[in-house]
């Protein structure tokens, strides 16, 4: 057990609807990543926040957005959902906030399915 | 921009050594890393080396950096069923503030 939270576990939704994906970070980390597994494109990273605040930006599409609010859980909301976003979403924690070495811990992911 | 390379699948026999290859682009990083992923789970950090050394053993495990080449391997001795996963490649992007990964190598272990 990574002490990673995420929820739900698999979510299964249709074409142009809206989801969130909640992640809890183990306790005491301060940043968040997010990063989205597919057959095709591997493990692209997203989006990582610092104790509330953005601090990196990768792969992310704009009909995505993530937050992090007071208590140090962070939400990825994605909407507009398309086929494509089929995929699994991991969330990741870490306690610091960049450089160093970083070992990231990671749920189990959230599975998400577009019909 | 970053970019790390690896090979898709690798099969061997338990007790063969197995070894993972990856490529990277950013030679700026100070440490690269080993994830591992098995079936079902989240990837689990396993090994690192610091960027000024050209080797790292821990057990069965050995890493060898190539700066010169931007190179890194995995080596897994006497390679067991229980080793079958997705084994990734990490590095962190130019600003140091997240951990770019490889596609992963699947390595399928046959008794």
């Known amino acids: 057990d990574s002490g990673v939270t995420q929820t739900p576990k698999h979510l299964i939704t249709a074409t142009g609807q809206r989801v969130t994906l909640r992640c809890s970070p183990r306790?005491?980390?301060?940043?968040v990543y997010w990063y989205q597994q597919s057959l095709d494109q591997g493990l692209q990273f997203l989006i990582h926040y610092y104790n509330g605040e953005e601090r990196a930006k990768g792969n992310i599409l704009e009909r995505f957005s993530a937050q992090q609010f007071p208590d140090l859980h962070s939400e990825l909301n994605l909407s507009s959902l398309e086929l494509g976003d089929s995929a699994l979403y991991f969330c990741?924690?870490?306690?610091?906030?960049?450089?160093?070495?970083?070992?990231?811990?990671f749920g189990e992911g959230s599975r998400l399915t577009v019909l | 921009g970053e970019d790390v390379e690896q090979s898709l699948f690798l099969s061997v026999r338990e007790g063969d050594s197995s070894v993972i290859n990856c490529t990277y682009t950013d030679s700026s990083s100070t440490y690269l890393y080993w994830y591992k992923q098995e079936p079902g789970a989240g990837l689990q950090l396993l090994t690192y080396?610091?960027?000024?050394?050209d080797m790292k053993q821990d057990q069965r495990l050995t890493v060898l950096l190539n700066k010169k080449d931007k190179h890194l391997s995995l080596r897994i001795a006497d390679t067991q069923t229980g080793d079958s996963a997705i084994y990734f490649c990490?590095?962190?992007?130019?600003?140091?503030?997240?951990?770019?990964f490889g596609k992963g190598t699947t390595l399928s272990v046959s008794s």
């Open positions: 080396i610091f960027s000024n050394m």
């Open positions: 990741a924690s870490s306690g610091g906030a960049s450089g160093g070495n970083q070992e990231l811990f």
């Open positions: 306790s005491g980390d301060l940043s």
């Open positions: 990490a590095d962190h992007n130019q600003a140091g503030t997240a951990l770019i």
